[in-house]
């Protein structure tokens, strides 16, 4: 199964029904939805950190290794990305 | 693991899980008289509602204990002047805030003052609620308003979430109610057939769908569903008493589901207070984690030491938890049984007795003519005496 690539350039953004915070019982970050929970590993919760419907694909992995020096995380984090694209969980900002 | 040996484990240690759905049934009060509503048929019995303070109290109490969803519901929840006040508390408080209504009572102003305060979903439900049952979809005030309400869903940028109750005399018509949820423009659409509670117990024999209505309509559904693909997702709920095993009601006892009624009484699910030799404690006298952790109620379907034969030794045991304890106590008066929705219980044949009964053609052969859930029929189910009954058709 190929997730549709997402393109460095493109502004990411949740999905309207989503919502991401953080869990004090569940200890971790989760998306709520209608009727739903998921809970998202320690990295997955970091990159929907910087999920804010203003930043670029390439600006969270940029920000991200900032955070976290010395690793080479561009792989990892687009393909968090499109998995979650794939999922619904998040969509790409139309221009204008 | 060099400790494990044979010591027994103590039974006290079993690790109670966090609710995490919330359902406030902020009310029993509700324009509509619908013959299949799951509210208590003694409803008129029930005390005084809850005010907002403790409803507000409530919402904090459950989410210091991990509850994520809340589920704003009734009655018809908008019956209430102070669904805003509670909707902005809930968002604050990190809920997802779900809300149930019928749509009538939802206006401009009031869905404005949600989409402020926080509220994450509305979930609009068409009811089939008029007494003279033949205006059903025909009924074009109930269309109006329903189209009206869907429209100021949209216009506030909220997916489009319908529900529609289906039974026996509805079923048949689903290829209005699909064109109508095109119409409106739905893109989340549960087509649930009645479950067989409260209300919708007593006119069990008109409710129940044959199974050639339920091919049928699940047929026209799927070519529905293949037509539309990702513009509408639609799932269909066929009646647990056409499966040979039981749901797992509730995700079991005391498991993830939290519903406090209109009066504050707290209950493992929205029938539980129907169960005899059970007290269920009411949040004007405990707090939300005394009721979750350590009230008897809340307790006594927990895990599977309640359990009799077939459950106890059955492998499906912690995938369905022997089903739903109000069906078992409702169908062969002990809540400790099997739901007799599973072909391995003895009680099997109180299911198929009715199923079988639902296949005679046309009119079902009525015991009594449909009771319609209003205060006087309450009132009368209170005492036990024969309700009130409308002739339908």
Sequence with gaps: MTEPRIA????????????????????????LYPEGMIKLSGSAGEIMKCVDGKTTAAGIVEKLERAFPGNDLRKDVMEFLEVAHGRGWIRTKQAG | MDEAGFAPSKPAERKISNPLWLNA????RCPLHCAYCYNPVDYTRSGPELSTEDWLRVFREARELGAVQLGISGGEPLMRDDVEVMVTEAHRLGYYTNLLTSGIGLTEKRIAAFKEGGLDQIQLSFQDSTRELNDFLSSTRTFDLKSKVAKLIKQYEYPMVLNV????????????????????????????????????????????????QLVRAEEITNQFRARMGNRCKVYFVVPDYYATRPKACMNGWGSVFLNIAADGLALPCHEARQLPGL??????????????????GFNAYRGDDWMKEPCRSCPDKTKDFGGCRCQAYMLTGDATNTDPVCDLSPNHHLITDVVEKAQIPGQPVKVHPIVFRDDKNSRKLSQKEQPETTPVG
Excluded at chain 1, 11 to 22: A, G
Excluded at chain 2, 25 to 28: G, M, N, P, S, V
């Design chain 2, 279 to 296: 007290t269920f404690p009411n949040v004007r006298d405990h707090d939300v984690r005394w009721i979750w952790h350590e009230s008897p």
């Design chain 2, 25 to 28: 049934e902020i009310t029993f």
């Design chain 1, 8 to 31: 460095p350039e493109a502004v990411i953004e949740l999905e309207r029904q989503y919502r991401f915070q953080w869990e004090p019982a569940q200890q971790s970050h989760v998306l």
């Design chain 2, 165 to 212: 109750v289906l039974h026996r005399l509805n079923i048949d018509h689903i290829q209005a109610i699909l064109d109508m949820a095109e119409a409106m423009g739905v893109e989340h659409l549960e087509l649930a057939n009645t479950q067989y509670y409260a209300w919708a117990l007593i006119n069990r024999d008109q409710l129940i769908p044959s199974r050639e």
